[in-house]
C-alpha cells in the first residue's frame, strides 16, 4: 500500500459520513465539467486519491471529491466554479482549510497551498501527501 493510499484509509476511517467512491462516469463528467470553465483536469495522484476516499470533511478543512447531481459543499466542481480564481493561474482547488486552499497548478505540476485572501503562495509541494497533510493540519 502507498503512502497516498494509507492516507486515504485513515481519512476514510476519521469520517463520519464516507462518499461514494466515484465510478469512470462520475469523473468524466466532472473533468468536462471543469475544462468548460477553463480549469485545468484534476492531477492523476489526485483522481488515484478520490478512487480510495471521496471528500472529506474534519476540523474547519475539507478536500473535494466527486459528489455529481448534488448542490454539495464538497464536490470539486461546485467549489472550483464558485471560488472565482483568476484563470491565468491556471489551478484547480482540492481543498481548503479556514484560511488557505490547496490547489494544483498545471503551470508548475505541484501542489499549492495558497492565502484565500491574497492568493500568496505559502507552500509549494510536489508530492500530494505531504500538500495534504499541511491543508488539514496532520
Not at 30 to 53: G, M, Q, S, T, W
Amino acid at each position: 500500500m502507498t503512502p497516498l493510499e494509507k492516507l486515504a484509509a485513515r481519512l476514510r476511517n476519521l469520517s463520519a459520513a464516507n462518499a461514494p467512491l466515484p465510478g469512470k462516469k462520475d469523473f468524466i463528467f466532472a473533468e468536462r465539467a471543469l475544462v468548460r470553465k477553463n480549469i485545468p483536469l484534476l492531477p492523476p495522484a489526485y483522481v488515484d486519491f478520490l478512487k480510495n476516499c471521496n471528500s472529506f470533511r474534519g476540523e474547519g478543512c475539507a478536500l473535494f471529491g466527486i459528489l455529481p447531481g448534488t448542490q454539495n459543499s464538497l464536490d470539486i466542481v461546485n467549489i472550483n466554479f464558485a471560488a472565482f480564481l483568476p484563470p491565468e493561474k491556471e489551478v484547480v482547488i482540492l481543498g481548503e482549510n479556514e484560511f488557505d486552499f490547496l490547489v494544483f497548478c498545471k503551470t508548475s505540476g505541484t501542489y499549492l497551498i495558497i492565502d484565500k485572501e491574497d492568493l500568496e503562495v505559502l507552500e509549494e509541494y510536489t508530492e500530494l501527501e505531504k500538500a495534504i497533510c499541511n491543508i488539514l493540519k496532520l
